[in-house]
């Protein structure tokens, strides 16, 4: 189980459904997964995958994941 990554605020765009921009990333369904998902009202972004590239360690790759993760989060919103 990885812990939940609390976003600031200045990094997401507002929540499409109710405006706040307060995020974590969670886990998905599985510890590969990455999820942005709003404080406020549950919306999800998609998931993205969790790699661990090349000379990478798994810390570094989760946090890559989670900024991939609010990034889909911004694409959409
Ligand atoms: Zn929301």
Do not use: H
Not at 47 to 63: H, K, P, W, Y
Request: aromatic share 8%.
């Amino acid at each position: 189980m990885t812990e939940p990554f609390p976003v600031a605020e200045a990094e997401a765009k507002p929540c499409p459904f109710c405006g706040d921009r307060r995020m974590t990333v969670y886990q998905g369904d599985t510890y590969r997964w990455r999820v942005a998902v709003c404080n406020s009202c549950g919306a999800q972004a998609p998931d993205v995958r969790c790699t661990i590239g090349e000379g990478q360690t798994r810390e570094q790759a989760l946090a890559d994941a989670n900024k991939r993760a609010i990034d889909v989060w911004n694409e959409r919103a």
